[in-house]
Nanobody, 128 residues
Framework: QVQLVESGGGLVQPGGSLRLSCAAS????????VGWYRQVPGEQRKLVAELTSNNKINYDNSVKGRFTISRDGAKNTVYLQMNSLKPEDTAVYYCNADLDEYRYLDGGELELTKRHPWGQGTQVTVSS
């Protein structure tokens, strides 16, 4: 069973930095695309940064120039470096992936299944 685990959240003062990690584990054949989302109480989950399957990077306007998404393919891990944090960045941050899970059939054939798991979320609080 594939899963995503976020880490790196916490309490930081305005202007500070945090780096979030999203580690994918399980029988992963390929990690195709990953997005970082955030959600505050009473609002919908919102995409803030994504790394697409053709390696394009997109950011929400609210984080452009401050957040950077990157990946370590060898570790199946995606990062979100967050600089110049503002109180309005306070939220629970989630990662979501488009990945292929593999298994071998009885005859030895490789079978791939598309998965779109979510992580459990990590709280980021920006406050003085």
């Amino acid at each position: 069973q594939v899963q995503l685990v976020e880490s790196g959240g916490g309490l930081v003062q305005p202007g500070g930095s945090l780096r979030l990690s999203c580690a994918a584990s399980g029988k992963i054949f390929s990690l195709n695309a990953v997005g970082w989302y955030r959600q505050v109480p009473g609002e919908q989950r919102k995409l803030v940064a994504e790394l697409t399957s053709n390696n394009k990077i997109n950011y929400d306007n609210s984080v452009k120039g401050r957040f950077t998404i990157s990946r370590d393919g060898a570790k199946n891990t995606v990062y979100l470096q967050m600089n110049s944090l503002k109180p309005e960045d306070t939220a629970v941050y989630y990662c979501n992936a488009d990945l292929d899970e593999y298994r071998y059939l009885d005859g030895g054939e490789l079978e791939l299944t598309k998965r779109h798991p979510w992580g459990q979320g990590t709280q980021v609080t920006v406050s003085s």
